[in-house]
Each structure stands twice: as structure tokens, then as C-alpha cells.
């Protein structure tokens, strides 16, 4: 499992580069594809630098990739039995890398040209994203639809039980934030985030990236990934390219594609990337699975 916006931190990746020169050539292949010094902005920041969305999303690419790196040094046996991915919103661009759906250079180059038109899409509208704590879906459905008045406000993540993120304009998050205890919800936390990820606000992302993707190659992966838009694995390398297009505007099943994973029998998991929010999901979601992090 790759994670998503929101896990990275100043020094991440800096450890793994001094001690594995396979990762120091990583983050060195990406400041030549990025056109900027990327490690030195994982390592050293700063934190307002490496927190917008245009600098964050290439960075967690590549420093989850480092962890991979790490654990393939460390236990490649895991590696090579692994036999299924999933990422969080542009965790899944790390999955389908190291699943071999795409290269590392064309993975970053998309990851990038996503970042930065999601980040001009923010920038046009005054918008946000909260996380609602103790609702279940239909409870917070009901809390956008009394919260939404005349602007956008829809559910963007669907994490795991009790933890639904909601995505809109400004105004809107704060009168569902507003009203969340009232209907029953233990707590309403905004999120540090540019905009309304995975709503129609973040439109002419979608076809920004849509522009992109198509010059990319692509092949089937090499071992199932599971889609963020809907909680099933695809073969077909167009099918994908449209799953990935519409993921920016379409809520993520995350819990859904964790339920997935776990009827298909799978219990093992790792957390390969910076943090450990997924592997908490994912105790929130089946508590006996085993699940490991991946530090970097």
C-alpha cells in the first residue's frame, strides 16, 4: 500500500539516501525530471514548500519508491512475493510503478503535471476538505446535502469506518464542520490541503491530466492494482488511463479496496511509503490483518 497527499514530512527519504545507493540515484533521476533539486527538498524542506500540492505529490512518489527501495534491500523475498497494490489518490501512480504498468520517468513526469494542475485548480476556487469522525456514509451524505446550499459539497474519501472526508467549497466545509456534532459526529477536522481533491473543482484538472496520460505508454501491471474509483483491479492499459482521469473528480474507496483485497484472502499487508495512516485505516477496517510500515 502507497500513501497519499498529506503524509510527508521534512527529512523523509534522508536516512534511506545516505545509507542505499539505489535511493540516492532515485532522487537523483527525479531532480534531473523535475528540473529541481527534489531531495534536497525531502530532506531539508522547507515545510511550506514541500506541503504544496505541486511539490508534495512528486515528492511522496519518489520517497515512497525509496522505501520500496529499502525494503527490497532489506527483505527482497517480499518483494518479489508480493501479489497485489493499492495507493491512496496518487499513491495509486506509485502502485501502477511498481507494479511495471509504467516507468519510473513517465510515473513522475504525471505525477508532476497532476500536482501542478490540481494546484492551479485550487487556486481558482476558495475551496477545502474536512474529515468527518464517527458518521457513517449515509449519516454524512445526509450532513453534505443539509451543509451544501448553493455551492459543491460531496464526499471525497471513504477511509474506513466512522472516518469520511468531505471535499467543497470554503464555506460549505465550514457549515458541515459547523453542524457535524449536532448529527452525531464525534469531531469535524479540516484538512491542510490545497482544495476540494476528487470533486468537480478540481475541473480542467481532469483534462489537463487526460492530455498527459495519453502520451504516456502504458501496459497491463504486472500484478493486480486496486482502483481508487471502483475497489476493483484492471488490466487493460486504456481502461486504466480513463480510471486514473476520473479518480481526480470521483470520491476514493479506499475502505472499499481494502474490503476487496481481504475477501480475495490476502493478510499481509505493507505500508510502503512515509507515515502510517493506512496501516491504521486498515486496523479501523479488519483489526486481525497484519500490517507492517515501511519507515523512511
Known amino acids: ?58 515528492a511522496l512518489f519518489v520517497t515512497s519508491l525509496a522505501a520500496l527501495e529499502a525494503l527490497r534491500a532489506e527483505s527482497p523475498e517480499v518483494v518479489l512475493a508480493c501479489e497485489a497494490a493499492a495507493g491512496l ?33 485550487a487556486d481558482a476556487t476558495p475551496s477545502g476538505m474536512a474529515s468527518i469522525l464517527g458518521l457513517e456514509r449515509v449519516e454524512v451524505e445526509a450532513l453534505c446535502d443539509r451543509a451544501r446550499g448553493e455551492d459543491i459539497l460531496e464526499i471525497a474519501n471513504l477511509l474506513c469506518p466512522g472516518n469520511i472526508v468531505i471535499s467543497g467549497h470554503n464555506a460549505a466545509c465550514e457549515r458541515a464542520a459547523e453542524m457535524a456534532q449536532s448529527a452525531g459526529a464525534m469531531k469535524a477536522v479540516p484538512l491542510a490541503v490545497a482544495g476540494a481533491f476528487h470533486t468537480r473543482i478540481m475541473q480542467p484538472a481532469d483534462q489537463r491530466l487526460a492530455e498527459a496520460l495519453a502520451d504516456v505508454p502504458m501496459q497491463g501491471p504486472k500484478i493486480p ?60 477496517i479488519e483489526r486481525k490483518v497484519t500490517c507492517q510500515s515501511v519507515a523512511v
Open 1 to 58: 500500500m502507497f500513501p497519499g497527499q498529506g503524509a510527508q514530512t521534512v527529512g523523509m527519504g534522508r536516512q534511506l539516501a545516505g545509507s542505499l545507493p539505489g535511493v540516492r540515484e532515485l532522487y537523483d533521476r527525479a531532480g534531473e525530471v523535475l528540473g529541481y533539486d527534489l531531495a534536497r527538498l525531502c530532506f531539508e524542506g522547507p515545510a511550506e514548500e514541500l506541503d504544496s500540492t505541486v511539490c508534495s505529490q512528486p
Open 225 to 284: 492494482v486496486v482502483s481508487n474509483v471502483d475497489a476493483r483491479p484492471h488490466q487493460d492499459p486504456e481502461e486504466i488511463r480513463q480510471l486514473l482521469i476520473r479518480q481526480v473528480l470521483h470520491p476514493v474507496y479506499w475502505e472499499d479496496s481494502m474490503r476487496y483485497l481481504l475477501q480475495e484472502g490476502f493478510d499481509q499487508f505493507y505500508e510502503v511509503g512515509p507515515g502510517r495512516v493506512l496501516r491504521g485505516l486498515l486496523r479501523r
Open 89 to 121: 489518490s496518487l499513491g495509486e501512480y506509485t502502485a501502477m510503478v511498481f507494479a511495471g504498468a509504467m516507468e519510473f520517468e513517465d510515473g513522475l513526469m504525471l505525477v508532476q503535471k497532476r500536482g501542478a494542475a490540481m494546484q492551479e485548480a
